[in-house]
């Protein structure tokens, strides 16, 4: 099957600094990848649809200039938490649609974020 | 509005069926998934109902009925590794998908 990899897993940093989180399709290309973002024992919440070689969609109540979305190929998709702050730390996954017709999306391993 | 209901938890035991039930109100229908996510991890694609009725797939089966808004996901033959949430996500007319908070299925010996 389709792979997404995502990278960081981990991530410690401290306050104020930015982190920058990558997500690859490995095998096929993602025209169209998603953000999402959990809280623990929460389900996901979408923050941004990015599409390839344009801006990123953001949900309702997701900031754009902290949470920076940059898709420039069929591949890869990035996430950058702008200036970290202690409540941004949480479990950031992206996910991405394959090439079926079923929708089916596969998601990326996770990145776990801790800001000091 | 659309929205996605699931138990929040469920408990079951080991070799035994367990069954989880899922109603879903969206803006136009494009599909059900469901999702398995350990904890810590990120969700596994499980199972993809378009048309209506069981869909097998070893020891899990997919049921959708669009009329009623509703879907279900059948656990057979129960395992400690079963233990896990389950996110049902229904796919709205735009192709987006709107997630339920999961069922947390509780496994016991």
């Known amino acids: 099957g389709a792979v997404v990899s995502q990278h960081p897993s981990w991530v410690i940093c401290k306050s104020g600094t930015s982190v920058k989180i990558e997500c690859r399709s490995l095998d096929f290309q993602a025209t169209t990848m998603f953000w999402y973002r959990q809280f623990p024992k929460q389900s996901l919440m979408l923050m941004a649809t990015s599409n390839e070689g344009s801006k990123a969609t953001y949900e309702q109540g997701v900031e754009k200039d902290k949470f920076l979305i940059n898709h420039a190929s069929l591949t890869l998709s990035t996430l950058t938490v702008t200036s970290a702050h202690p409540e941004d730390s949480s479990f950031y996954i992206c996910s991405a649609k394959g090439g079926r017709d079923t929708g089916e999306l596969f998601f990326g391993e996770g990145s776990r974020l801790t800001v000091l | 509005g659309q929205n996605i209901d699931q138990p929040t938890e469920m408990t079951a035991t080991e070799g035994a069926i367990v069954q989880i039930n899922c109603t879903y109100q969206?803006?136009?229908?494009?599909?059900l998934f469901w999702y398995q996510q350990h904890a810590g991890e990120a969700p596994t694609f499980l199972s993809y109902?378009?048309l209506d009725g069981l869909e097998e797939k070893g020891r899990f089966s997919s049921f959708l009925s669009r009329s009623k808004g509703y879907s279900y996901l059948l656990l057979k033959e129960l395992q400690m590794k079963d233990s896990a949430s389950y996110l049902c996500?229904?796919?709205?007319?735009?192709?987006?998908?709107?997630w339920g908070a999961g069922t947390k299925l509780i496994i016991k010996p």
């Open positions: 109902n378009v």
């Open positions: 969206t803006s136009g229908f494009n599909g």
């Open positions: 996500a229904a796919m709205d007319s735009n192709y987006q998908l709107i």
